[in-house]
């Protein structure tokens, strides 16, 4: 009696819109072993990596696992699995057989987060990756952005919708950026730079380029920041205290390293007429344009507060990567306090300190 041969509707359907470019080429295809689903470290089916030559060599990869690769199985019938798959374009030496192994982990860790936390990329995201995106590497490039794939279009299958996402290697400064303006235009303002989205380990930042830069900053001004939320590692607030003789205000807190962001944040969608929200462990404090400025706390350690110009103003300028503490002259009653940040390596050590 013969075996049932196995299902591969979703795998087949990526493999058609790939063979488009890259025809009979055979990719470096790397599979898992044992299947996250029974206890293998690697929650991605495979990841095949293609040779290509324009408009300079480099490796293409394409993920399988971020979708659904087999039978239709979650009740989402709009999207196939999570909705979408990885690419990533990393250049390659002429003489290169093997795409590095740094990246195919790279992709996987992607797998890690998405499927441990659940959150799912979309178009114009970001990443910081606190450090190298290649460890080994002596590269600025330490965060990481999406596009969908130049090359890829989305795609409908029997199990659903289907997104090519490209990952992009992106330097300190051109994350913040992104933050302080949206994504797409960075990345848009640097294509001559970057064509394809080719992610180059040795590039300098874009923000080198003068025209670039000049680009950037017009375009913040113009249209303000698109980031209205921000996760934040350290994030904390102490309510203020009445005495009979004294008083003491309420506290913000803000860690070193994402202090200057916020207040660069902060003129990018209050003095826009936007909100501002930032996520911590245990606070949320939400940031919200007023015609007079003051706070409230709420249900859920949610901290309300309403700036007016002047507040948003003094607030975006007094926000620096230098452990202090400061009142607010435009905001009585509430005092700022930005904490040191410690940057931890992957074995849990202090590796460098902010403030």
Known sequence: MSEE?????GWDAIDQEVVKIYGDQEPKHYGTLIS?????PDPLDGISAYKAEEPVPHWHFVTYGFTELYEKESEHAEDSGYGFELTFRLVRDTEEEEPPGWALNLLQNMGRYVFNSGNVFRAGDYLDANGPICMDADTKLTAL???????LPNIDTPNGRVEFLQMVGITGDELEAMQTWNT????S???????KYI???TRESLLEVPAIAEEVQAGMERDGSNTGFLFVDQLG???GKKGLFSKTPATLKIGAKQAEIVGKL???RILKGKKLSLVGPDFRVVFTPGEASGYETGADNEITFSLDDNAAAELSGKLIPKECRFDLTSLKGVAVQILKTHITDQDGNVAHTIG
């Open 36 to 40: 996250y689903a029974l206890g293998g």
């Open 5 to 9: 041969l196995e299902i591969t509707t």
């Open 145 to 151: 952005a999406f596009v969908e794939d130049p090359q």
């Open 184 to 187: 797409l235009g960075v990345l």
């Open 189 to 195: 303002t640097g294509l001559t730079y970057l064509p």
């Open 266 to 268: 902060l003129r990018g």
């Open 237 to 239: 607030f102490e309510p």
């Open 199 to 201: 992610t180059d380990l």
